[in-house]
C-alpha cells in the first residue's frame, strides 16, 4: 500500500458535463466518487475526498467511514485550487497525491511511476502524456501551499500556470487511454462502456 495520502477532488461545478458528474453512477457503484474512493483504498492507506460539502453524497450519509475534506464555507469559487489550500490545511503532511474524480482509469502502475520520480527537490511531480500536462495526477509537496494561497487570493485557479512556474518533474506516458476525463456526456458513455 502507498503510504501519502490520496485526494480525491469531486468539487468542481461540471458545467460541460451538464450535471454533477461527482454524483453520475458508475460501474456497480451510486456514484463515480464511491467507485473512485473505494478502489483507490485498494491501492493508498489513506484516502480523502475534497469537495464543497459532504452532504450531496448519500453513501457518506450511510457511511461514516468516508473521509472528507470540506472547503471553508465562505469559498464559492468552484476550481481545484480553493481545493489545494483545504487539503494542505487539513493534512498537514509534506505532499498527497492528486486526482481528479472524473479519471477513473488512472491505475496503480501510473501512481506507481509518479511515486518512483518524485524527489525531495520536486515541487510537484506530474502526469503528462502527448496531449500535454495532467495537473490533476500527480504528487504536490508543501513547499507550493504559499502559492496556492496567493493563487487564491489573487483569483488565479490555473494549475498549468502554477506548475510551469514550480519545479515540476514530469513523468510521460505514452498511452492516452487510461487518462480519458469525463468531461462530457459521450465521454462517460464510454467510460461506462470500457468499465463493464
Known sequence: MITIPCV?????????????????????????????????SQIFTNVY??????????FAKE??????IEDLPSQETYAPTIGFVSAFKALQVNSFFAISVDSPFIDETIVTALINA???KSDATIAKTEYG???LCGIYHNS???KFQEM??????????LLKNSQTTYVHFKDETP??????????????????
Not at 480525491?8 to 474512493?37: C, H, N, V
Not at 475526498?49 to 448519500?58: A, E, L, P, Q, V
Not at 487518462?179 to 463493464?196: D, G, K
Open 8 to 40: 480525491i477532488f469531486a468539487g468542481g461545478k461540471s458545467s460541460r458535463m451538464g450535471e454533477d458528474k461527482a454524483l453520475l453512477p458508475f460501474g456497480s457503484f451510486s456514484t463515480l466518487t464511491e467507485y473512485q474512493y473505494t478502489r483507490l
Open 49 to 58: 475526498i475534497s469537495c464543497k460539502n459532504k452532504n450531496k453524497f448519500d
Open 63 to 68: 457511511n461514516s467511514s468516508f473521509n472528507f
Open 118 to 120: 518524485d524527489t525531495d
Open 133 to 135: 500536462m495532467q495537473p
Open 144 to 146: 507550493l501551499e504559499e
Open 152 to 161: 487564491q487570493k489573487e483569483n488565479n485557479h490555473k494549475l498549468g500556470f
Open 179 to 196: 487518462f480519458l476525463n469525463l468531461n462530457h456526456p459521450h465521454e462517460y458513455q464510454t467510460a461506462l462502456q470500457r468499465v463493464q
